[in-house]
């Protein structure tokens, strides 16, 4: 199933892992370099910033062959450039896979993402043309491929396409049976994709579902936040007015308001339950970005019309919350702890400083600032820097 | 991992069986750490709150209730500073490591904290003469201060930024995808010479040898300055525009030499994406004016860039 040598992959991983824990102390060096000889690794697999640049290269000297080819055969062929194109698609893939993973060995560098992504744009792009832009067909090829991606290379930005590429297959059907159904959209995706976050996180416990262990965390967490929109009043209330022509006066409210207030309210704590319950991570993490989201819903529609209380309200029950946990974790609880026992690799103190540095102000220049401060008063991320 | 794979390890005496004692309830999640978790949400609430109280110091000025807020804000400086200074450690040259897992963001929470005490008091009484120049510049000084006194790499980036803004350049991402990365159009001297000030006091530091990991944040700040406003001065000056290439060739080489001695790949990304953008514009203008080389130029380019990294691949490998 997997385009990979799969005992290499199991390899690969393990001697991340195990290079992870050296770094945190529970090895020695030595140890290490015996788990890395025993376990021989032999991809292509460069560092993150090396990937990125080969990815842009890549997708730059892509440009340069498409439009040699676009040159060559856009006079002659004006009709069926678009049948070439599905075929260009699927060769550049076959080309990926015989050239790059099979001859070079490469996993994940920079070159098969990009070559892979340029192959599902043409092949979709071409299927469309040759489909005459009719939306089924399109949207289950579109699918199909994607999860064919998504599973054969493991790829991460495949299985996000393909996962939300299905929710709006669900959507898009249920919305043109018409009448009552379009109504049912909501509970169609959580019938949809309850049975799939199940299905996907009994997969996980499999030793043999390693090589696709990303892929799987990446499919429980869009499950999970996919559950929670479809029953969000504010996603709900937006899609209904603009999708279904419903013009709401003032004091009318959409059909089972009730309901969606209900679940906007219990789905981010039955998430967070759970996952404290069951010490699943990818279910607190979700949980707490729902959480935030529901905050914003019920403050978008109730609102008192003081977001800067209200900001500070909210910074300061998060940083009580967090302290009163982390000095409530100074010991180990019901197997929880505040220490930091393997270091994740996307958190240094660099990119760390970094972020800080981007939202925590200090990057607006003077001129045209005058005195007008306050004013703004923009909420989120990049929008802080007018603090002073 | 899963956990049969960590059994197997122990059974092949790669690892002894005090290790797999120590390695069996995190592969097995008997004990799950929220280290991660707490601080992101001790972050955004530093965030949030740091946001909302800047808003509220310049609103309702007068109130008895605005009153009450400033003097909360003043006493939640201090103690912050009280908690900060009771816990830090004695300074030192190098990395200092503390054991407590949100010791750093409540420095970052106090620092913060104290600019919004100091805006206040300019706003209201004056406290600088010649207004918000001024206030950036000691804002930023402070953040330097604090940075080295509590060895805070955030603070130091803010620092920068600070005093990035005080020569009206802003150093955030979000500016340049919009256009607004310089105010006015001469500004990208300013920051050539910025940018080039900032990584000659970085390499000073360096070699001195005082807070070494400093240094990265330093150039990675001063390096993009520097190589944007040779691009800006490439792209807006015509007339010197010999000038601008050469110190971005120049830039980018030192880049390139840097990564070489540092095995830093951040640099080695500089150095192709800001050279590759300077030899396309330089050759735009003199040869490239045929769609057809357009494309066998980008092919060829690019292509052969590739080839070299995976030729050289074990010179591209991560040392550590």
């Known amino acids: 199933m997997i385009a990979y040598d799969k005992k290499m992959l199991q390899n690969l991983y393990l001697v991340k892992e195990v290079k992870q824990w050296m ?21 292509y697999h460069p560092n993150l910033i090396i990937r990125i640049l080969l990815f842009i290269a890549t997708l730059i000297a892509l440009g340069g062959v498409t439009g040699i080819f676009g040159l060559i055969f856009a006079g002659p062929m004006e009709e069926s450039i678009m049948i070439l194109a599905f075929f260009y698609g699927i060769g550049s893939c076959v080309v990926m896979e015989i050239v790059f993973i099979r001859g070079n060995h490469h996993y994940k560098s920079g070159v098969t993402e990009a070559l892979l992504y340029h192959s599902i744009g043409w092949t979709v792009a071409g299927f469309l043309y040759m489909a005459d832009w009719q939306i089924y067909p399109g949207l289950i090829f579109g699918f199909v491929v994607l999860a064919f991606c998504a599973i054969r290379y493991a790829d991460l930005i495949s299985t996000t396409g393909a996962v939300l590429v299905f929710a709006y297959l669900v959507f ?49 967490a869009l499950s999970l936040l996919l559950i929670y929109a479809a029953g969000n009043y504010f996603v709900v209330r937006n899609t209904t007015e603009s999708l279904l022509d419903l013009y709401l006066e003032e004091g009318q409210d959409i059909p089972y308001a009730i309901i969606f207030y209900a679940l906007t309210a219990i789905v981010p704590v039955v998430y967070l339950y759970f996952g404290i319950r069951k010490k699943d991570l990818v279910l607190i993490r979700v949980s707490l970005i729902v959480i935030a989201f529901s905050v914003f819903t019920f403050k978008y529609y109730f609102s008192l019309g003081h977001p800067e209380v209200s900001l500070t309200l909210a910074g300061a029950i998060l940083i009580t919350v967090a302290m009163g946990l982390f000095r409530y974790l100074r010991i180990n609880r019901s197997g929880f702890t505040r220490e930091n026992l393997i270091k994740e690799k996307w958190a240094g103190a660099n990119p760390e400083a970094f972020v800080i540095s981007q939202t925590l102000g200090g990057n607006k220049p003077l001129e045209g600032e005058a005195v007008e401060m306050g004013g703004g008063g923009q909420s989120g991320g990049g929008g802080s820097s007018d603090r002073w | 991992m899963h956990i049969q794979e960590l059994k197997e390890l122990k059974n092949r005496e790669f690892i002894d069986q005090g290790q797999f004692d120590a390695l069996e309830p995190i592969v097995s999640r008997k004990l ?22 800047g808003i509220l110091i310049y609103k309702n000025i007068g109130d008895i209730g605005h009153l009450v807020v400033i003097t909360i804000l003043f006493l939640l400086t201090a103690a912050c500073f009280y908690f900060a200074f009771s816990k830090a450690e004695p300074y030192s040259n190098w990395k200092i490591r503390t054991s407590l897992p949100y010791y750093d963001y409540i420095v970052l929470l106090a620092c913060l904290l104290f600019i919004s005490v100091l805006s206040y008091l300019q706003f209201q009484y004056e406290l600088f003469d010649n207004g918000m120049g001024t206030l950036t510049l000691v804002t930023s000084l402070f953040f330097f201060y604090a940075a080295y006194r509590f060895d805070h790499l955030g603070v130091l980036s803010l620092a920068i930024t600070a005093l990035a803004s005080f020569w009206s350049i802003s150093v ?4 340049w995808y919009t256009g607004e990365f310089l105010d006015s159009d001469s500004l990208y001297r300013t920051a050539i010479f910025f940018g080039l000030g900032l990584c000659i006091s970085a390499l000073i530091l360096d070699k001195v040898g005082i807070k070494k990991h400093f240094t990265f944040t330093y150039l990675n700040f001063g390096g993009l300055v520097y190589l944007i406003g040779c691009l800006s001065g ?52 003199v040869v490239l004016d045929d769609a057809g080389i357009w494309f066998f130029y980008l092919m060829g380019s690019c292509g052969g860039f590739i080839y070299m990294i995976i030729r050289f691949k074990s010179y591209f490998k991560r040392s550590a």
């Not at chain 1, 529970?26 to 690794?41: C, D, G, M, S, T």
């Not at chain 1, 959580?190 to 390693?210: D, W």
């Not at chain 2, 980018?252 to 830093?264: F, M, W």
């Open chain 2, 32 to 53: 799950v750490s929220v280290f991660y978790e707490l601080r992101i949400i001790l972050y955004l609430g530093i965030m949030l709150f740091t946001t909302g109280v």
């Open chain 2, 172 to 175: 955030s991402p979000q500016k």
């Open chain 2, 234 to 285: 490439l792209f807006i000056d015509y007339d010197h525009y010999g000038v601008f290439l050469v110190a971005l060739f120049a830039g980018c080489a030192a880049a390139a030499y840097y990564a070489h001695i540092r095995k830093s790949f951040m640099f080695v990304l500089y150095a192709f994406v800001f050279g590759y953008i300077g030899l396309t514009y330089f050759l735009a203008d």
């Open chain 1, 23 to 43: 770094k945190d102390g529970y090895l020695r060096e030595e140890q290490f370099r015996n788990i890395a000889l025993e376990h021989p690794v032999k991809f």
């Open chain 1, 172 to 220: 898009q059907a249920f919305y043109d049976m018409g009448d009552i159904m379009k109504f049912l959209v909501p509970f169609a995706l959580i019938a949809a994709f309850t049975p799939i976050y199940f299905y996907v996180r009994g997969l996980s416990r499999k030793i043999e579902m390693q090589p696709w262990k990303n892929v799987i965390i990446l499919v429980e």
